[in-house]
């Protein structure tokens, strides 16, 4: 294992403009870019855990802006503020409003007084969340240099309707510790697959930000669906383009068998189609109550025909040596403990949880390391200080 | 400009016995206490801008207490209490309630064994938030007296039924800055008005404030409303006698266009008739529903017949070289932008926009002075130990 | 007075494996152990008198779970936090909701990556809040042996269905403040007794902490209360055999005039009957109101027929010299002030409030006390480094 000093040695050697954007989506960040959020987020879980203080602030404000519930993400988000010694600050729009104009504008600027981060859950209205979280980081720019607000807050994407680059991040730096190296995953085969949910809705963000991020890496990525749930077909795109430029291969394959056979690692997950999350932003805007039980009624029953999408242990012997690392962004609809029929049966998931769990640890250093990139031009040299002061996190 | 360490001069040269009084009320801080505040807030807004840490508790507790909704106020707190090192713990009593005697005295003591400040918003009954916060500091008083307390939070008032002091004195410092210092506002003319907003039973505590600052600093403040839409009389003769002893003026006029006529600053903003307030607030606590709709269809009818007050081009053509500057507390009602028709036009708000933002800019500092002037009885001195150290906010 | 460092040195000659074991329930822990957490209470709050910073975390959060409403223990949860320089953080779960298995276990994990301590409070269902603890503590253990979690969270419970050792133990720690010592308490006589109060379904958890704790030191304690309202039987099992070991008495008499009697210390407090908790209980699980709201007049109907259980002038002239310490974890249900018939008469709540008040000051330090000797070793080190280096709390 590198050191620590090895680590920032590396880090130090990377060409980045990281402090000069948000991060909103992974396709926006160049390779070194996205090495240097996976090198500080691992800077910072090592010194944790040597017990090295990794507090960077003195004072300072995290906001953060949910408009889904979540918890996961929430304490992810606060973790990653209370490492770098922010302190969380929530705005509770209300949950179904959308602020547009004015409205956004000024709020971004009456929040970010002494804010250095902020972080925005927004992934319910498709063609909105991303969209909504650069009308706050033109706002906050504005702000900052109309002379309005003091500094510029990072802006991060904790979950829109096109990406999740801190799951997808995460996954990544999971991926990098179990196979040892990032050169590793080249070549390596993952299937990001539909699975059958007894729920419907759910967003498209992270097999977009997977298959959106995986074939940066040289890996070799499928992507397996029923008919009928496609994902925002230019995220689709923009992985084929990632895949030739990187050495990776990317496929569509019909069926979860395909995906697996010889996969080396599975991420089976349930998503709503994206042309359904189109009529659902549309009745949600209309707030049509009945619209959105009807379509929910239709699409379970479309959903429900698909059971046989089920990550079972029949379907993980067709995996490369029947030995495929599972991932799941959690938490996971298993069959027979969570709900009756899910995506994954009980065996394989309780076979591998002790792995999504470490999986879904990564995310508090990876916002952590995304805060960073984007508030200092040389993150290594702030690491280096750290590291040789070396202040106990705990007495 | 003048250096940090010339403001902290200026503010040692200062008598005070700020140490042993609540902010609850402009106008029972005398001169010197009101530049104290003044003055603190720029130093911190200073050191802020030279990443010099603020820092002056290594643990301790800010409560708040919000019994109306509220962002601004409630990031501009949390932002205060951060400045100065201070966790915000909110308590949430449930809003309709209002507390008396043994509850008051109980709470107040229960929330504040580990807390420095207590900050409270309570403007929604007329007669009973100002009140409200003198029992909550009587047994703080008494709790501190008694032992129970370690120490006497420091009690802000982030605005009640008839001052919003961190709002008035925020637009002052506002003022400072923009035309140079507190002396050049001597003489300056300042119009608050009612304007227009399609809502109704917004606060009096805005006006209010401003006038009964305003008044102790020699400008010409003038207060115009239509008819029928009077501010709490007593606070209207408190405004009056300050101009008296500042050597200011204080006249009430009639029209919107009286008022803007040769002013350099105009402040158009609606509120609702103390006495609807008074009734508003019986109906409240009768908790008597059809009275409330009733009565807000009333004054939405009453608020109609004067859409002509009315912040438009031409109505800032009448103010001195047609430049006067626009002030507002936030959110404004722009026509044409927040709603169809209201407080000003949208292309006067835009032209102002940019300096409506720098004013709430200073609510921080504003709060963390009144907080760091009721804690210590020689502020300077903190605040030259902090400059001397000069640890870094951020790395 | 000993001084903090006499108190130090004290707590240095304990036996203890408390930083191997979650505070459960108090008959959990040994003497020693309970010994501690009182000395380390004492020099924490005797640090905050004398203003040295009693922070041992740089980072790191405090998670809190509330599953009923709470003000009083949600304050003391933050102060302690505070006090030791971690960020709280919420986990809303909704709160009728009782998580189990796959639920409990990945949640537990997933709010505890970056978490030093878990607060919990579950006192609704009976048989499951303490169950749902240590399921959450099995989950953490589990973490943290497979290299999930950097570092076990001290797992503090804030009140459930069978103790409220963070209640009875600040209870201890003012006893043994306004007697002067622990020792003093020997033979001191303590009457746990019910008390009418116009609200029903209040948690046992007190009065089953207070006879389950007091025991331990000797005290003489009777339990009474009116027929029907049992105690689950366990509990007063387990105070029995408490009282032979440590030299003291429990008896359980039939009246509150016979617990009174030359009593030294009174802790008159209403409760529910541990049958119509377990009733209540299935009804909740089973979310029939009909039935509760069957239950609730029933129970309130049976609470009527008692209402001779008072603590009034006269009952206290049966104490001893008439004098006995008034206790309460507060609010009380004060007679004519919160409620026209209630536990108290005023003038008695009125003339111990303040004593209410101090004993309800130790919380904090309690909470902070125990998460500190779950943490360490060797508490007495880290505090003699806190006393040596004496950072100021507040400059």
Redesign the interface.
């Known amino acids: 294992m590198k050191s620590i000093n090895e680590l920032i040695q590396e880090l130090g050697a990377l060409k980045s403009d990281a402090h000069n954007k948000d991060f909103l989506l992974s396709w926006e960040q160049t390779t070194d870019e996205l090495k240097q959020v996976l090198l500080v987020a691992e800077v910072f ?1 090592r010194m ?2 040597e017990n090295i ?9 995290g ?1 953060s802006i949910f408009r889904d519930n979540s ?2 993400t929430r ?2 988000y ?2 990653a503020l ?2 770098l ?1 922010l ?3 929530d ?1 509770d ?1 209300g949950k179904s409003q959308i602020a547009h ?3 956004v ?3 971004a ?3 970010s ?4 981060a902020i972080g925005i859950r927004d992934d319910m209205f498709l063609g909105a969340g991303n969209a909504y979280m650069r009308e706050v980081g033109a706002a906050l720019d504005d ?1 900052f240099a ?6 510029r807050p990072a802006l991060v994407n904790l979950q829109c309707d096109i990406d999740h680059p801190t799951q997808s991040m995460a996954d990544l730096a999971w991926l990098q510790e179990h196979f040892g190296s990032l050169d590793s995953l080249k070549g390596k085969k993952i299937a990001m697959t539909w699975a059958y949910s007894p729920s419907y809705g759910k967003p498209l963000s992270v097999p977009q930000g997977v298959i959106g991020l995986m074939t940066r890496f040289g890996m070799d990525v499928r992507l397996a669906h029923p008919e009928g749930y496609d994902l925002i077909p230019e995220v689709v795109e923009v992985a084929r383009k990632n895949a030739v430029a990187s050495g990776g291969k990317f496929s569509h394959v019909k069926t979860m068998e395909e995906a697996f056979a010889g996969a080396d690692i599975v991420y089976p997950k349930s998503w709503a189609p994206y042309k359904v999350m189109e009529t659902r932003t549309e009745l949600l805007r209309a707030n049509d109550h009945d619209g959105l039980k009807a379509l929910e009624k239709q699409c379970l029953m479309q959903n429900a025909k698909h059971k046989n999408w089920h990550c079972t242990e029949d379907m993980m012997k067709l995996t490369k040596g029947g030995e495929a690392l599972y991932m799941h962004c ?2 996971a609809d ?1 069959s027979g ?2 709900c009756k029929e899910g995506e994954v049966q009980g065996s394989v998931f309780e076979r591998y ?2 792995a999504t ?2 999986e ?2 990564w ?2 250093y990876i916002i952590a390391a995304m805060i960073l990139a984007r ?1 200092y031009a040389k993150p290594a040299q ?1 690491l280096e ?1 750290l590291l040789k002061e070396a ?5």
Chains 1, 2, 3 share one sequence.
């Open positions: 879980k944790r855990a203080a990794t507090r960077v602030f003195n004072s300072g404000l906001v918890t996961r304490f992810s606060a973790s209370n490492l010694g302190a969380q600050q705005l729009e104009g004015e409205t504008r000024e709020t600027n009456m929040i007084f002494c804010a250095d702000g109309q002379g309005v607000l003091p500094q959690l938490p298993i403990v969570s949880r002790i769990y470490k879904a640890s995310k508090p508030k702030i200080q202040q106990a996190r705990v007495r």
